[in-house]
């Protein structure tokens, strides 16, 4: 029996799904979502995604976005998880995020690149071209750097 690919959804790919109707990235985040729900994947997302959510401006988007992550997810990772994680592996994660803002990286998608290669997920699945996609090399230089295991960084499409 074929294993499921592990995978954390950035935010912006269910974003697309529900609110951008028109072009190319609407059609693939919709498929993807699809995909998702239809289980054939195994979904890791760390609970600080939620906690972006309600700074949101649209409450319909909001509902929706959480209702897709709790439905959705096999595993719901609390902030406690990733400190026992990043504690048990002695990584300096302050260090790591830093590194990883420097080459450009926003400070929530540092956050996401850390839990991708810690908790070995397959893919991290983002449109994010210019903070995430763009940077692959830079971010995985970072990660060997400092001991940690290179991510795959893809778009709906490629998965």
Do not use: C
């Not at 994010?128 to 400092?146: D, F, G, S, T, Y």
């Amino acid at each position: 029996m074929k294993t499921k690919k592990k995978i954390i959804v950035d935010l912006d790919a269910v974003t697309v799904s529900i609110w951008d109707k028109k072009g190319e990235n609407s059609q693939l985040a919709t498929e993807f979502i699809g995909r998702i729900k239809n289980k054939e994947f195994y979904v890791i997302t760390p609970f600080f995604l939620l906690e972006l959510v309600p700074k949101w401006r649209y409450s319909q988007l909001k509902d929706y976005i959480e209702e897709f992550y709790l439905k959705f997810t096999d595993t719901m990772l609390s902030n406690e998880d990733l400190d026992e994680k990043i504690d048990s592996i002695n990584i300096d994660d302050r260090k790591v995020i830093l590194e990883l803002i420097s080459n450009g990286i926003k400070s929530e998608d540092s956050l996401l690149v850390l839990v991708a290669s810690i908790f070995d997920a397959d893919y991290l699945i983002t449109f994010n071209r210019v903070h995430l996609k763009n940077k692959k090399e830079a971010i995985n230089e970072v990660l060997k750097k400092n001991g940690l295991s290179s991510i795959k960084i893809a778009g709906p499409e490629e998965v």
